[in-house]
């Protein structure tokens, strides 16, 4: 009596010191991301997998692969497999907050007056799988509306192809939503029914302000145009190192215009940047010399 086996798949070698110390600076030299030692175990587990799927043993094998790939392609499935993207609808609120009970109403009253163009471009510089400029969307649609004369556009970026495949998808199971509030939820997504039960999309009014493109903060520039009235960078750069952090934040801030806002999450801070920003709220800067509100731009 025969009888089927599944291939056998063999496993992958132990990662040495010296093949964990070349991943290290090539993770870094492209993404200006650093692994301590104590992230040798999640980089081995993460990488294993693919490793498995190429029919490789060795991480030294795997390592000359990415370097030989002249495409880039590896390197970007290597970036997607170690980094972590957690995030959910208006996450830290307080921020939000501050947008509609102190911004959004500097912008309405310089356009009143004619000090500002009714125009608004924002930047979400590490998007992730789309929760956060899906919520900045929702956000500035309902204090900003087109049939007001506003136009909106949001930049969606991050450094990994696979959460920005998800993010353009726009769809959510529907446990996601219990951070939206009621009135945007009802307004701006659409629930699923059939085959598509117990998720939730963004609706096309929603999704109109943004596009998505896949940026690397480490890279030397930024394929986008400055003069942002916002960029929201959060919970990203504390897998950078000073150096990298503060290389960053400073091409970030010259991409403000000179009234715009950075965010950055509760557990980042600036300090050793405090001659270009001060703090206006936990975790919003402002360009110290930022002019009066509503001052003409």
Known sequence: MSTLTSPLIAPVAPISDREFRDFQELIYREAGIHLSAIKKALLTGRLAKRMRELQMKRFQDYYAFVTADRSGDELVILLDAITTNETHFFREPRQFDYLEQVV??????????????????????????????YSLSMS?????????????????????????????????????ADNIPRHLLKRYMLQG?????????????????????????????????????????RNVLIYFDTESRTRVINRLLDLLSPDGLLFLGHAESLTGLNDRVRALAPAIYCLRDRPTPGATR
């Open 193 to 233: 029914s059939g085959l598509q039960e117990g998720k939730m999309k963004a609706g096309p009014e929603v999704r109109l302000p943004l596009e998505f493109q896949r940026i690397n903060l480490n890279e030397d520039s930024y394929p986008v145009r400055g003069g942002l009235d916002a960029i929201f960078c």
């Open 140 to 176: 500035l649609l309902s204090n900003f509306a087109p049939e007001q004369g506003w136009s909106v556009d949001i930049l969606a970026s991050d450094l990994s192809t696979k959460v920005l495949d998800r993010a353009r998808a726009g769809v959510w199971p529907l446990k996601r």
């Open 104 to 133: 959004y109403p500097e912008w309405q009253r310089a356009a009143e007056s004619g000090q500002r163009q009714r125009r608004l471009r924002i930047w979400s510089a590490a998007c992730s799988t789309g929760e956060e400029p």
